[in-house]
């Protein structure tokens, strides 16, 4: 009956601790290394505007790549983990304006199942450029 008091101290024990996203594969770390290979990291931004002609690429279910050009591209760590983009589904982004904002929803789906397979924010964007020639 009164169990629950000795286990609440176990409880929130176990919500104290902070969030390691899972680490990258070889060749997940490989393509984000080429991606980036030969650009400079900047000042994280909580937000960047969505571009028709960009690019949004799943390197991992925690890890999406931005590109705007091929000197800009923006590195986004999710908050969270959408799953289900590592193996391919779809990112399903719920933005207000025309931007793509640090806690912006997302949502990765199987759309020929109907399936959700993952529920993740946004994360900061850290924008990585070709350095000027």
Do not use: F
């Given at each position: 009956?009164?169990?629950?008091?000795f286990?609440?101290?176990?409880?929130?024990?176990?919500?104290?601790?902070?969030?390691?996203?899972?680490?990258?594969?070889?060749?997940?770390?490989?393509?984000?290394e080429q991606?980036?290979?030969?650009?400079?990291a900047g000042e994280?931004?909580?937000?960047?505007?969505?571009?028709?002609?960009?690019?949004?690429?799943a390197i991992s279910g925690n890890v999406l790549l931005y590109r705007v050009s091929r000197r800009l591209v923006y590195r986004n760590d999710l908050i969270g983990s959408c799953s289900g983009l590592a193996r391919g589904d779809t990112l399903i982004i719920r933005t207000w304006g025309s931007q793509y904002c640090r806690g912006d929803m997302a949502t990765s789906a199987?759309?020929?199942?109907?399936?959700?397979?993952?529920?993740?924010?946004?994360?900061?964007f850290t924008p990585y450029r070709a350095p000027a020639k």
């Open positions: 009956m009164r169990a629950w008091v286990l609440a101290p176990l409880l929130l024990a176990g919500c104290s601790g902070s969030y390691e996203p899972p680490k990258l594969t070889e060749k997940q770390t490989s393509e984000l991606a980036l290979a030969g650009k400079v994280k931004m909580s937000c960047v505007n969505r571009e028709p002609q960009a690019n949004l690429t199987d759309l020929t199942s109907g399936i959700v397979t993952g529920n993740c924010a946004l994360g900061d």
